[in-house]
């Protein structure tokens, strides 16, 4: 039997391309394994920003009134198996490898992408695993992304901004389309942000989903501590501040109780497992607080919103000087993200990281803001942060950002 390393690289060369936007394939090789029509509820979640922390909300609330839920989220942070968790556990090895072994056994000579592999075994282990429900996060758009093969009983959008332009195009509407394609006839489709591009809504109105918009058809509102959720189908007053910290995060919170109310599912959504459920959500990488003599802060922060939205939540901290663990991907806007963060950060401590989509130190640091003061520039994450360490001083600040690929190996290097 393959180890479940020999079978991920096994899965980065079967297909021609990295990313191949189209359902045909994969969508013939889960009609084999007969996973286009789950007995399990499906709720799916797009967006440029927000989707993990919403299925997070989602998968914490369908425990909490007492279902049994799949929940598959990507990338990874430290390992692979993070994707695919039944009951918030994650699966293990062998049950990876059973999946991927069904999946071979069926595929012929159809050839998948690395993430098309990675869906599948989600559908088939929540089969296999005969969950309730199943909150997947979208990959990549939402139309031709391979969560799309099976119908979601509700989906949500939860923000549109210009990312992966060179797959989902460089309009705000032509994305807003693409991640819309997730709705279906009949069906709810939450709309995460009043600020969504007029796209999204004409997308679902047109198909005949049933839409559902944030401001107008549910509210959150925030005093000090805590805030209310309003709709015609529940209403909670009173609830506790997300545990994930960020004022964005009571949106996402939001869109999560939103989807469940809207969704018909007989929900029993007490004042008490609510509270629970969102007081207990813990997520790495999302303005993931580390106190100490140097406090570390954590955030994947690899697009311009995600950035601009660090930045806000760093000023609701108490002032410190602060040191950037910065490395990005060299498809991403470098100079838009680190822009939005220049009035944070009093010197860049630079990571050159790994793959085919990286870029040298060296052009990470020309995409800099002119001021900027570049404290080293190293050939690793875990080399980036011994710099800044060394560099800071007690009562300093660390933020660490820009990339999955930044963030995984940093909390390894911190020993989280």
Not at 292 to 320: C, M, T, Y
Request: charged share 20%; aromatic share 6%.
């Amino acid at each position: 039997m393959r180890s479940l390393a020999a079978w991920l690289e096994q899965q980065q060369k079967s297909h021609p391309s990295a990313i191949d936007l189209t359902l045909d394939r994969v969508r013939e090789v889960a009609r084999r394994l007969d996973l286009l029509a789950p007995a399990y509820r499906v709720i799916t979640v797009a967006g440029t920003n927000g989707k993990g922390s919403t299925v997070a909300y989602l998968d914490a609330l369908l425990r909490a009134a007492g279902h049994r839920v799949g929940r598959f989220t990507s990338p990874h942070l430290m390992r692979y198996n993070e994707r695919i968790c039944v009951n918030d556990v994650e699966a293990d090895d062998a049950e990876l490898i059973a999946s991927f072994g069904r999946i071979d056994a069926v595929r012929g000579a159809t050839t998948l992408t690395f993430f098309e592999y990675n869906a599948l075994a989600a559908l088939d282990r929540f089969n296999h695993a005969q969950v309730d429900f199943a909150v997947l996060e979208v990959g990549l758009g939402g139309r031709l992304d391979a969560t799309n093969v099976v119908d979601a009983d509700v989906g949500i959008v939860c923000s549109i901004g210009l990312d992966h332009v060179d797959w989902l195009g460089e309009s705000i509407e032509g994305i807003g389309r693409e991640k819309a394609g997730i709705f279906r006839r009949g069906r709810p489709a939450i709309l995460g942000s009043a600020a969504l591009p007029d796209s999204v809504a004409a997308y679902a109105t047109g198909i005949g989903a049933v839409p559902y918009l944030a401001g107008r058809d549910f509210k959150a509102g925030v005093h000090g501590g805590s805030w209310d959720f309003e709709s015609r189908a529940l209403t909670l007053r009173n609830l506790p501040r997300p545990a994930l910290l960020g004022r964005q995060q009571v949106d996402n919170a939001a869109n999560a109780l939103a989807a469940l109310a809207f969704g018909k599912f007989d929900l029993e959504l007490t004042h008490d497992a609510v509270s629970k459920a969102l007081s207990g959500v813990r997520i790495a990488g999302r303005f993931q607080v580390v106190p100490g003599e140097i406090e570390w802060v954590f955030d994947v922060a690899h697009n311009v919103p995600a950035a601009q939205a660090l930045s806000s939540n760093l000023d609701s901290l108490p002032k410190r000087r602060t040191l950037a663990v910065c490395g990005i991907l060299g498809d991403k806007d470098i100079r838009g993200i680190t822009a939005a963060l220049a009035t944070n950060v009093d010197a860049w401590s630079l990571a050159q990281l790994e793959g085919p989509r990286a870029v040298s130190t060296a052009e990470l640091a020309a995409h800099l803001p002119a001021a900027a003061r570049v404290l080293a520039q190293s050939v690793s994450v875990s080399a980036a942060c011994d710099a800044a360490r060394a560099a800071g001083r007690p009562g300093d600040r660390i933020v660490v950002f820009g990339s999955f690929l930044t963030v995984g190996p940093a909390l390894e290097f911190l020993g989280i």
